[in-house]
Every structure is written in C-alpha cells, then in structure tokens.
C-alpha cells in the first residue's frame, strides 16, 4: 500500500519520528496497526451491547443519568 502526503505532512512525520527515535515508515505502520486494533476493539463493544440489550440487560435513562452524574464528578 503506498499513501501520499504532502511535503509539509512528510515534515511533520518525519519529525515526529526523530522525536521519538523511530524510521518514519515504521512510525506509520505502527499508527494504523492501532487504527485496526481500536476498530477490533470497538466492534466487539459494540456487539457485546447488542447482544446485552437483546437479553434485556439495559439500565432505564433514570439510572444512566446517575451513573453519568457521577463519572462527571470525578
């Protein structure tokens, strides 16, 4: 697969890559390596919830308001 980017993007990376001691090509293969990997994880998040929402195991908006309440207090 090849990507193009502009001068200016390939500077950015390439500085990125000097920053952290990395070859830029690898630095790019890395990224969408996590892309693929945060998409895995997110679709099987998702089908864990379809599949608990089909055994009707969901939470009425009275309790998920007080649950989203609370993470916002910390």
Avoid: N, W, Y
């Avoid at 890559?17 to 998702?46: M, N, S, T």
């Avoid at 089908?47 to 608990?52: K, L, Y």
Wanted: aromatic fraction near 2%.
């Amino acid at each position: 697969m090849e990507i193009e980017m502009t001068p200016e993007q390939e500077a950015q990376l390439a500085q990125i890559a000097a920053h952290l001691h990395k070859d830029p090509h690898q630095l790019v293969i890395d990224a969408a390596l996590r892309l693929i990997d945060e998409d895995d994880r997110f679709r099987a998040g998702v089908r864990r919830g379809i599949e608990e929402a089909d055994r009707g195991e969901v939470i009425d908006e009275a309790e998920m308001d007080v649950r989203i309440e609370r993470m916002l207090q910390r």
